[in-house]
């Protein structure tokens, strides 16, 4: 089992819509949590980066994260045909884990007019 | 252009063939990293630097991987006699750098496009 899970979707959501994506992840070190947005062809770029549990809310964006339960969430609101991309969730132990970065699967989004 | 850059962006090889992959942090960025991605998977964790010290190679598949940052700015990833396993993107990042245990802060990692492998 992998430390993050991620479902990989594909998810097809219509323009305007609110869209849930999660992770959930075993290794209770884990504080901090980000969540990278991938297109085709390029490099992740970060969206959103949350230290512990808590809300944390960038635009259109939020983040989540429930350290109880280990799950990790990004909601985007108002969705644009421009989202189209895959997002992948990542979690940092700290501490003396330097700056590793643990990813999940991804999960592909399509947002069509 | 002021982003972290990788050569070549595409890369074929024969089985068995030597290959060799370029990373140009963001100057100044003491810390860089090496990822691999599988088609359809998320990347996975190979190797990393701070200055020219590597720190952590736990995520290298084999000893035909090899890393390199000799000046503590550009580094290199070898890969020896490939195998068609090793067909995926090679990721590396920069951050500004990590301190560790108590002073550990978070620094944005600043990814490349990647260079994409494919061994026949």
């Known amino acids: 089992q992998k430390e993050v899970e991620q479902d990989p979707g594909p998810l097809s959501v219509p323009e305007g819509a609110i869209v849930s994506l999660n992770c959930t992840y075993s290794?209770?070190?884990?504080?901090?949590f980000m969540w990278y947005r991938q297109y085709s062809r390029k490099g992740p770029e970060l969206l959103m980066y949350?230290?512990?549990?808590g809300n944390k809310e960038d635009g259109r964006f939020t983040a989540q994260v429930d350290k109880s339960s280990k799950y990790i969430s990004l909601f985007i609101r108002d969705s644009q045909p421009s989202d189209s991309a895959t997002y992948l969730c990542a979690t940092n132990a700290g501490g003396t884990s330097y700056g590793k970065l643990t990813f999940g699967q991804g999960t592909i989004l399509t947002v069509h007019p | 252009g002021a982003g972290v850059s990788q050569s070549p962006r595409y890369k074929v090889a024969k089985r068995g063939q030597d290959v060799a992959l370029r990373c140009d942090p963001i100057?100044?960025?003491?810390?860089l990293f090496w990822y691999q991605q599988a088609l359809g998977q998320g990347p996975e964790f190979l190797t990393y630097f701070q200055n020219e010290a590597q720190l952590d190679k736990s995520g290298l598949p084999s000893d035909r991987f090899f890393a390199e940052r000799p000046e503590g700015s550009v580094s290199t990833l070898k890969i020896q006699r490939t195998q068609q396993e090793d067909s995926a993107v090679y990721l590396c990042?920069?951050?500004?750098?990590?301190?560790?245990?108590?002073?550990?802060?978070?620094?944005?990692?600043?990814f490349g496009p990647g260079t994409r492998l494919t061994v026949l």
């Open positions: 949350t230290y512990s549990s």
């Open positions: 990042a920069s951050s500004l750098g990590y301190s560790s245990g108590v002073r550990f802060s978070y620094n944005e990692q600043f």
């Open positions: 100057s100044g960025h003491v810390s």
């Open positions: 290794n209770s070190a884990f504080q901090y």
